[in-house]
């Protein structure tokens, strides 16, 4: 649907269970990707990488993000800029919510090829 404006509230989007731990809720548009995802304390997304710029903001809780060489906590009101095809792996820390911006767009998620999301 080239050109059409499109409102959607988060309250109308079905939040889709991913694990036992983490859950998101998804908005994709022609070029982009934006995810609104909860995950419990404890929680892991397992080492990954992928061709998108991601845009990661937490706003409740903290992520402890692993890169091969470094690694970094996201507390609540920071932005985190992960680069296109950098691998790394997510742990949960204290319940949190966060939103994430993906470009391009997660073809991957809409196609189902999320399975490392799925544990």
Same mark, same amino acid.
């Given at each position: 649907m080239k050109? =059409?404006? $499109? %409102?959607?509230? *988060? #309250?109308?989007? =079905?939040? =889709? !269970?991913? @694990?036992?731990?983490?859950? $998101?809720?998804?908005?994709?548009? #022609?070029k982009a990707t934006l995810t609104?995802? @909860?995950? %419990?304390?404890?929680?892991?997304?397992?080492? /990954? @990488? /992928?061709?998108? #710029?991601?845009?990661?903001?937490?706003t409740s809780g903290a992520l402890r993000y692993q890169f091969d060489d470094s690694e970094m906590v996201v507390n609540a009101n920071d932005v985190l800029i992960v680069p296109p095809d950098v691998p790394h792996s997510i742990r949960v820390e204290g319940d949190a919510t966060f939103?994430?911006?993906?470009?391009?767009? !997660? =073809?991957? *998620?809409? !196609?189902?090829?999320?399975q490392y999301l799925r544990r």
């Open positions: 050109n =059409e404006v $499109r %409102k959607i509230s *988060w #309250e109308a989007l =079905e939040e =889709e !269970r991913l @694990s036992a731990t983490v859950s $998101r809720q998804m908005v994709t548009g #022609e609104r995802m @909860s995950a %419990k304390n404890g929680a892991e997304i397992p080492r /990954h @990488s /992928h061709p998108n #710029e991601e845009y990661m903001m937490v939103f994430v911006f993906f470009s391009p767009a !997660r =073809e991957d *998620w809409l !196609r189902g090829e999320d």
